[in-house]
Nanobody
């Protein structure tokens, strides 16, 4: 059973930055794509960013293009989300997720149901 653990959340002022980390425990993380999602109170979980197994391909929601950067270090079994120019509307619980097996193409990244393993989430709060 894969375990994903997020860290790095916290309270930051608008315009500030945070770097989230997602660490995997059970399997060779480098074989699989990873996605970041977030969920604000009263809202549905939404896609934030995704990265291919190699790190060569990255995908972003339109709302954070140019502000967020997803990256990975397969040697450390970790994926990161660098968030800059944070806005109050970025406030949410952020989750990393991974599929059970390999997937192909790019259209599936934004669909939460395509992912089988989820972390417990880390809270990001941006004050105005």
């Amino acid at each position: 059973q894969e375990q994903l653990v997020e860290s790095g959340g916290g309270l930051v002022q608008a315009g500030g930055s945070l770097r989230l980390s997602c660490a995997a425990s059970a399997r060779t993380f480098s074989n699989y794509a990873v996605g970041w999602f977030r969920q604000a109170p009263g809202k549905e979980r939404e896609f934030v960013a995704g990265i291919s197994w190699s790190g060569d391909n990255t995908y972003y929601a339109d709302s954070n293009k140019g502000r967020f950067t997803i990256s990975r270090d397969n040697a450390k079994n970790s994926v990161y989300l660098q968030m800059n120019s944070l806005k109050p509307e970025d406030t949410a619980v952020y989750y990393c997720a991974a599929p059970r097996g390999p997937k192909y193409g790019s259209s599936w990244y934004s669909r939460a149901y395509e992912y089988d393993y989820w972390g417990q989430g880390t809270q990001v709060t941006v004050s105005s």
